[in-house]
């Protein structure tokens, strides 16, 4: 059974900080790796996408791939009240169309 | 258009009603997915299309969900004697290609089964 794991949180950091959101994959065939935001009552947006070892930088937002660790993180810096939300980890295996998404971490940015 | 539309955003109906559900994908996307979350719950694949042909139908949770898909446009799913547990956000994404590219979602319909 291919698995992406999150946990589940609230994870909670103070306006200005940093946030880490951390994921785990099982497949070791997966090579894209995507980040989607989910407001309460809203559909998942995509943040980032990655497909490489190392770091993907796009404004106040990391990602971070480890294929030998089998390990995908997301940094948010200056966190702000309104990326508080559910993150969504998705990995989609070599040659296929199917995404295996995690079950998403909660954020809460407190202000 | 300028993002994938889906139709009705909200739906009450009746046990053992039957719906349809409708989706819009971006203009040109070859691929269709289709998924399902329950309150609080994480995306559950539902069935996946590559033009109008649907490889994958794995995700259909039984013999009352069916999806059809005209050429590389329009979707609808259709759920069959509807049950109070198929209450749910069902959410219809699309991609330019089937492998590995980037699933844009649309803002999904939100089903209550009474």
């Known amino acids: 059974q291919k698995e992406v794991e999150q946990n589940s949180g609230p994870l909670s950091v103070p306006e200005g900080a940093i946030a880490s959101l951390n994921c785990t994959y099982s497949d070791r065939g997966s090579q894209s790796f995507f980040w989607y935001r989910q407001y309460s009552g809203k559909s998942p947006e995509l943040i980032m996408s990655?497909?490489?070892?190392g770091d993907k930088e796009d404004g106040r937002f990391t990602a971070q791939l480890n294929k030998a660790s089998q390990y995908v993180s997301l940094l948010i810096r200056d966190s702000q009240p309104s990326d508080s939300a559910t993150y969504l980890c998705a990995a989609a295996p070599s040659g296929t169309y199917k995404y295996i998404f995690g079950t998403g971490t909660r954020l809460k940015v407190l202000a | 258009g300028a993002g994938v539309s889906q139709s009705p955003s909200n739906k009450v109906t009746e046990k053992g009603k039957d719906v349809e559900l409708r989706c819009d994908p971006i203009s040109g996307h070859t691929a269709l997915y289709w998924y399902r979350q329950r309150l609080g719950q994480g995306l559950e694949f539902l069935i996946y299309f590559q033009g109008n042909s649907a490889p994958d139908k794995s995700g259909l949770p039984s013999d009352r969900f069916s999806a059809e898909r005209t050429g590389e446009s329009v979707s609808t799913l259709t759920i069959q004697r509807t049950q109070q547990e198929d209450s749910a956000v069902y959410l219809c994404a699309s991609s330019l290609l089937s492998t590995a590219d980037t699933q844009y979602f649309g803002p999904g319909t939100r089903l209550t089964v009474l």
């Open positions: 990655i497909y490489s070892n």
